[in-house]
């Protein structure tokens, strides 16, 4: 069983099908959601099947038409990709469950083919070992996303959508500037062959700054965060889910692996500039979401600011790589199960009450006990308690700046923490209240309820699978730095 | 040869200098319309900048998509914009246009310069002569299937980036379609100069994109090329009112528009299970399997261009 | 100094002026604009530097990343355009709102 199993090309088939199904969907509207759920639920079957060959034969490793790289396109996945990969299926089923139930009609014939070509891209990512590929992810992914935002129009869904794509076409330029000068300073677009031939010189001193500021700006790292929490808050909630859950992280998996592969061991001053930033994310990000009174806006903000927790790991990994970036992952993972189960969350209240506003909140513990406990599931990890997929990512931070002496970090890591703990808190208070006005409730679908909590409960497992995902984690040994360095 | 050189700079100097000029007269302008203009000049004159690096596949690429399209694109939503915003309480919106075009800001300048001199201290840095990737495309021209080293590099050796591409070009499609499109503006019937003119130009236009596309294997030329000018032929073709078939807007349309992403996707399967890795060609075939890929590539980008220009989902339109 | 490194620097000049037209320009036609000189000097840069080829053919490798660069600019522009004009039709106006503090 184990040969026939292993012999289907899971990897390649990651992205065909999405493109497949994308396609499909654009062609016949009318089995769109049918098509859509097919796929994704394929998508994790997939994943499933990529990593059984990885755990039986090593990275996957695939050579597009034959030529290898410098000349050709790979693709290559080991314990990272294969991470990311699976907490975008599971992320992508669970949106699509509950996309089955929010969008009705017209709404429901746009979503299906954009989010499909937005999980192909996405899966193209994760897979991709080539620079000048990852633009072309980049692109087709951040489109996607634009149009996906505004699907549903609205005033502030189409500013916040124009202001994304302009931020995404400038940090897709910035990237593929760095590339050209990285591509003619040494020769090749392939990143295990540049990681091989890179030196210091001020071209790559350039692309290094070019790349990370253009992924930045994807990624809504402070100061370029400006344009995060208008997108994220005014796009449809299943829409906002997969942005903070998926769409911010991959850049930030990009700007990984070229700072492992590439980057690395010329980046004396950026890293600190990075954790200073991450830094100022966490804190700026936290208190931002603290004065929020609409609950869409309050989640956009949590999401600056666990993204600046990202930026952390970067000054820690100088003398605890590993660690560090282990830590980096696991938030990642945490934080994409749990932002998206707390947005389907929101989602669900905003079709039940009419509106986002946290004071109105409204005793929705009983009107919505599935919703709330995702909702309150998602904030455990999002806040770090124990167990949960989050904690173990505070927890391996902690460690890795405790035993450097980074008392600052240390501080702001913990002080996080606290603020993350208040805005939950203030919510689950609200929603346990009654408001001074009445409102009349909407059904809501349970698949739609049961798709946030599945998506919170996992990320609480990730808590309890610590070994096992630190581990798979770490086939390939994707935090060993190739290249020039000790 | 010191004459040829010497020539060559006198060329360059003004090309590189009138590149920036028009950049910052298009930038800078007061008047939209005379920057969008500036813009399509400035396209032009890329176009001959490629020429002067020996890239007439990127030059014809340019002329058709960036200079053709996104022209026909910018002008075309200009022009929505003016006729929409004289429907609006013309105070103070009209003036917008052009008031902040004023003194330069000085921090935006502090960025511009330290970018451009840390990015221009970069390029001078690069090494006088290298060869970058142009050995292993020599080494593989051969079994590519075809003679001319761009079409190699886009159909075979990289033809997953063009897979991704032409999704790409596909996804903005279906963007400008879910977005909507906005309301047209009611067209002026096309005066007989521009009818006659169409009429003469479609049949030449798709000799001259089919001889493109054809000629792409072992000289300048290509599907993207083609498909280029197929999509301003059909631009030229709404501009002078002609209108295709309601029943043929729909479901055919959108088969027209997906073949080209689709045919690549399908491509991708079939060599899997033949060859075991994605778009291998087997090596005997690849020549014709590249020209099926291109033909269907060129048609497809053709629609799916015209498309981007009409703006809204054709049925849409009828049912106003 | 040879034509490669002349026109890249012409590229990286239409880079830095089109990111400053982007920051400091309010409509939105303009900045899609500069977003266009931006990408042509990216393009410029990218196939200039690839004539330092020793022999008369340049490099096609970066020929073939700038014309799949051409169609996605024009995508993206095209897609641009499109959600100016709802937004135009949106708010009336072609500029984007300043956030607003909630």
Wanted: hydrophobic fraction near 60%.
């Amino acid at each position: 069983m184990g040969a026939v199993f292993t012999d289907i090309p899971w990897g390649v088939g990651l992205i065909l099908l999405p493109l497949a199904g994308g396609m499909i969907c654009f062609l016949w509207p009318g089995i769109a959601k049918i098509a859509g759920l097919v796929t994704a639920f394929v998508v994790v079957l997939s994943v499933a099947g990529l990593g059984w060959q990885i755990l039986d034969d090593g990275v996957y490793h695939h050579t597009l038409g034959g030529w290898g790289a410098p000349l050709g396109i790979d693709l290559y996945a080991d314990g990272l990709s294969l991470l990311m990969l699976a907490a975008t299926a599971l992320v992508g089923l669970g949106v699509s469950v509950h996309s089955s139930g929010y969008f009705e009609g017209e709404y429901s014939a746009r979503f299906w083919p954009l989010w499909l070509f937005l999980l192909a891209a996405l899966n193209a990512l994760f897979l991709s070992a080539d620079i000048f590929n990852l633009y072309l992810t980049l692109e087709l992914m951040g489109l996607a996303a634009v149009v996906l935002t505004a699907l549903m129009g609205g005033r502030d869904a189409l500013s916040g959508a124009m202001r994304y794509l302009l931020v995404t076409l400038l940090g897709s330029l910035a990237y593929l500037l760095g590339v050209a000068l990285l591509f003619h300073n040494f020769g090749s677009v392939d990143m295990a062959i540049l990681a091989g031939r890179v030196e210091a010189s001020p071209a790559v001193r350039a692309a290094l700054g070019l790349m990370s500021a253009g992924l930045a700006l994807k990624i809504g790292l402070f100061p370029f965060h400006f344009w995060l929490p208008p997108a994220h808050a005014s796009a449809p909630a299943p829409v906002s889910a997969l942005l903070s859950a998926l769409v911010v992280k991959a850049p930030f998996y990009i700007l990984l692996r070229l700072w492992l592969e590439i980057f690395g061991p010329l980046s004396e001053g950026v890293d600190a500039l990075l954790g200073l930033l991450g830094a100022a994310a966490v804190l700026w990000g936290s208190v931002q979401a603290l004065r929020q009174t609409r609950l869409k806006l309050l989640l956009a903000y949590s999401t600056v600011a666990q993204i600046g927790y990202l930026f952390v790991a970067f000054p820690l990994a100088v003398a605890a790589g590993l660690t560090a970036w282990s830590a980096a992952a696991y938030l990642m993972l945490s934080h994409a199960l749990a932002k998206a189960a707390m947005f389907l969350a929101a989602g669900n209240l905003l079709r039940f009450g009419g509106h986002d506003r946290i004071p109105d909140l409204d005793r929705v513990v009983q009107r919505l006990p599935l919703s709330t406990g995702a909702f309150a599931l998602g904030g455990v990890a999002i806040v770090g308690l124990p167990p949960s997929g989050g904690f173990v990512g505070k927890w391996l931070l902690l460690e890795a700046a405790l035993s450097q002496g980074r008392w600052g970090l240390v501080a702001v890591i913990i002080l996080g923490s606290l603020l993350a703990a208040a805005y939950v808190f203030k919510v689950l208070g609200h929603a346990f209240t009654q408001a001074s006005t009445p409102h009349e409730p909407r059904a809501v679908p349970a698949s739609m309820e049961w798709a946030a909590l599945l998506l919170a409960m996992g990320a609480i497992l990730l808590g309890f699978l610590a070994s096992p995902v630190l581990a798979l984690l770490g086939i390939g040994d994707p935090f060993v730095a190739s290249g020039v360095g000790p | 040869m010191e004459a040829i050189t010497q020539l060559q700079y006198a060329f360059d100097a003004p090309l590189g200098l009138g590149l920036l000029w028009l950049a910052w007269r298009t930038l800078a302008c007061q008047d939209l319309f005379e920057a969008v203009v500036s813009f399509a000049a400035f396209g032009l004159l890329m176009s001959l900048a490629w020429v002067r690096l020996d890239a007439p596949d990127v030059a014809l690429a340019e002329v058709a998509v960036g200079v053709g399209l996104t022209g026909a694109l910018l002008l075309a939503a200009l022009a929505k914009l003016r006729s929409s915003k004289m429907n609006e309480d013309a105070a103070g919106q009209l003036g917008k246009e052009g008031s902040e075009v004023g003194r330069p800001q000085w921090l935006p300048l502090v960025v511009l310069l330290s970018v451009a001199a840390g990015l221009g201290h970069a390029v001078w840095s690069l090494p006088l002569y290298s060869a970058g990737l142009s050995p292993e495309v020599a080494l593989h021209l051969e079994t590519s299937g075809v003679s001319n080293p761009v079409t190699a590099v886009l159909l075979n050796f990289r033809a997953y980036d063009t897979l991704l591409e032409m999704v790409v070009l596909l996804l903005a499609l279906l963007g400008v379609w879910t977005l909507g499109g906005t309301a047209r503006r009611p067209e002026a019937a096309p005066g007989p100069v521009l009818d006659t003119l169409v009429r003469l130009l479609v049949p030449v236009l798709i000799l001259v994109a089919a001889y493109l596309l054809w000629v792409g294997a072992h000289a300048p030329g290509g599907a993207f090329q083609a498909g280029a000018l197929l999509g301003a032929m059909g631009v030229l073709m709404l501009l002078a009112g002609w209108r295709l078939r309601t029943s043929l807007m729909a479901l055919p349309l959108r088969l027209t528009v997906v073949a080209g992403p689709g045919a690549f996707v399908a491509m991708a399967v079939i060599t899997l299970f033949i060859e075991g890795r994605l778009l291998e060609y087997p090596p005997q075939h690849a020549g014709t399997l590249i020209l099926i890929l291109e033909t269907v590539a060129a048609l497809s980008i053709g629609a799916t261009l015209a498309a981007l220009f009409l703006g809204s989902r054709p049925q849409d339109l009828e049912n106003r | 100094m040879s034509a490669a490194f002349a026109y890249a620097l012409v590229g990286v000049g239409l880079f830095s002026l089109g990111l400053y037209a982007l920051i400091v320009h309010a409509h939105l036609l303009r900045k899609i604009l500069a977003i266009n000189v931006m990408g042509s000097g990216v393009f410029l840069v990218l196939v200039a530097l690839g004539g330092r080829t020793r022999e008369a053919q340049p490099d096609a490798v970066p020929h073939a990343m700038v014309i799949t660069g051409i169609v996605v600019a024009v995508s993206a522009s095209a897609l641009a355009l499109t959600l100016m004009l709802k937004l135009v039709a949106e708010t009336g106006r072609a500029e984007l709102p300043t956030h607003r503090r909630e």
